[in-house]
């Protein structure tokens, strides 16, 4: 397979802080990405870094990307401001199975960061709600002070079926839930033959989450994990983000559960 490393000079039309160590940022021009893909920002003479467009897919002047200071390029990706330029290439690999979810129950389940390479999903189940059968959004995070996308939560209540979101640590002010991710599966009845589900988050969150997901007897077959967070050159030169005979940045980076659970140990 031919690799496009080309990269593309974008602009940056805005920059919001979202909690003490990451930032949104919106970026002028045209990103043609399926939901669930990712491309790589580069900083000449700094490095180069994977992240997953999380804006509408279907807007035509402007996309976003969430950086969050992790690293020595993210550390420098947040210090950019509006007018700053940076360069990208992409996008790679295969999305989220939307052709899927049609006619179905689609539950949604995120930890942290997992957010963002659903975000985008979340617009297209919106825009096209009549093709789905219920839509339930499960998401986890450390503290209210983590949380992302918090507004776009608080809108979602008038658009899905069932929406939960929970904190491990909570104050006074939080409005949603106080336990881990996986605890929200606890408590919502699902079709076992009828529902798809996607999965994002951080990879020790998996095997709680899955746990439960067998618990409530959803077939293997229907589950769709990413392993966004393993990418590092995006085109399979590398060969870092393997998971056993795959390759994340060609072969996903979402998986169905039943097809790479027998890779991850070898």
């Known amino acids: 397979m031919k690799s496009n490393l080309n990269h593309k000079k974008y602009k940056i039309i805005d920059k919001k802080e979202v909690t003490p160590d990451t930032f949104l940022l919106t970026i002028s021009g045209k990103l043609k990405f399926e939901p669930g893909q990712f491309v790589q920002v ?10 997953a467009p999380c804006s509408n897919p279907r807007s035509i002047d402007k996309f976003q990307l969430m950086i969050r200071a992790c690293g020595s390029t993210t550390n420098q990706l947040v210090k950019l401001l509006p007018g700053d330029s ?6 790679y690999g295969k999305g989220w199975p939307i052709g899927k979810l049609i006619g179905k129950n689609v539950l949604l389940v995120t930890g942290g960061l997992g ?4 975000r985008s999903l979340i617009f297209e189940l919106i825009k096209y709600k009549k093709e789905f059968k219920k839509i339930f959004l ?4 450390r503290t209210s002070h983590y949380v992302l996308f918090e ?20 104050d006074k002010n939080w409005w949603g ?33 899955l746990d439960e997901l067998t618990k409530k007897k959803i077939p293997a077959k229907n589950i769709y994990i990413s ?16 998971i056993g005979k795959y390759l994340v940045c060609q072969d996903g980076p979402v998986f169905r559960w039943d097809i790479i659970q027998p890779e991850l140990n070898k």
């Open 227 to 242: 392993f966004e967070r393993r990418m590092e050159c995006g085109v399979g030169i590398c060969q870092h983000c393997n």
């Open 42 to 51: 580069s900083l000449p003479g700094v490095g180069e870094a994977t992240f």
């Open 138 to 141: 499960l998401s986890g995070f």
């Open 151 to 170: 507004e776009d939560y608080k809108k979602l209540r008038s658009y899905v079926d069932y929406l939960k979101i929970a904190v491990e640590k909570s």
């Open 177 to 209: 839930e106080t336990c881990m991710t996986a605890d929200l599966i606890k408590n919502i009845q699902l079709s076992p033959k009828n529902t798809i589900v996607l999965i994002c988050g951080p990879e020790v969150m998996f095997k709680f989450c």
């Open 86 to 91: 940076i360069l990208i290439r992409g996008p």
């Open 115 to 118: 957010i963002v390479p659903l």
